[in-house]
T-cell receptor, first 114, second 115 residues
């Protein structure tokens, strides 16, 4: 089954404790992206990657890092989480050939930073 | 810069009634436009998309949307709402590479369906 998976789905952590949220897709998509969703703000893009070793900032990259060492994986790293990073995070992927804009979303990771 | 406005935060309709969710966008070129739906506790599912051509596009679950360039709008419609349509709906715009290969989402409209 074609899908985007995220782990963990739920995470509670404390300020300053490094964490990684994994994202994996099995569709051989070139484009992958991370979004955060906050009430009243919709989804905002954090980072995106158009292929292996190619990443770029979205609208709200501060406090986040990403890497794209393999085509299928695009982890989101919070080096020193803060309470304002409490949010619902979505990973998405798409095919550059079919059109990067048609993105397939993972189920989301709900993060609480205390 | 790209932006999307969904003027209605909440909408309540009766089951069987028609639905229209509004979306206005700001974009410097021909946009790519999308509607996504998010059911409670779920990820986002693509309902429909407009890239070019016929301005009335059909999507899944009986939804349709009409692109009106003169009004910078891409409103979502459904002739008869079902209780299972209760969800949050997001309009999004995306486009050319010079805009950073990103989708910009509206704030969302929460649809409630009353029986």
């Amino acid at each position: 089954e074609a899908q985007v998976t995220q782990n963990p789905r739920y995470l509670i952590t404390v300020t300053g404790k490094k964490l990684t949220v994994t994202c994996s897709q099995n569709m051989n998509h070139e484009y992958m992206s991370w979004y955060r969703q906050d009430p009243g703000l919709g989804l905002r893009q954090i980072y995106y990657s158009m292929n292996v070793e190619v990443t770029d900032k979205g609208d709200v990259p501060e406090g986040y890092k990403v890497s794209r060492k393999e085509k299928r994986n695009f982890p989101l790293i919070l080096e020193s989480p803060s309470p304002n990073q409490t949010s619902l995070y979505f990973c998405a992927s798409s095919s550059m050939r079919a059109g990067w804009e048609t993105q397939y979303f993972g189920p989301g990771t709900r993060l609480l930073v205390l | 810069a790209q932006s999307v406005t969904q003027p209605d935060i909440h909408i309540t309709v009766s089951e069987g009634a028609s639905l229209e969710l509004r979306c206005n966008y700001s974009y410097g070129a021909t946009p790519y436009l999308f509607w996504y739906v998010q059911s409670p506790g779920q990820g986002l599912q693509l309902l429909l998309k407009y890239f070019s051509g016929d301005t009335l596009v059909q999507g899944i679950k009986g939804f349709e949307a009409e692109f009106k360039r003169s009004q910078s709008s891409f409103n979502l419609r459904k002739p008869s709402v079902h209780w299972s349509d209760a969800a949050e709906y997001f309009c999004a715009v995306g486009g050319a590479m010079e805009y950073g290969n990103k989708l910009v989402f509206g704030a969302g409209t929460i649809l409630r369906v009353k029986s």
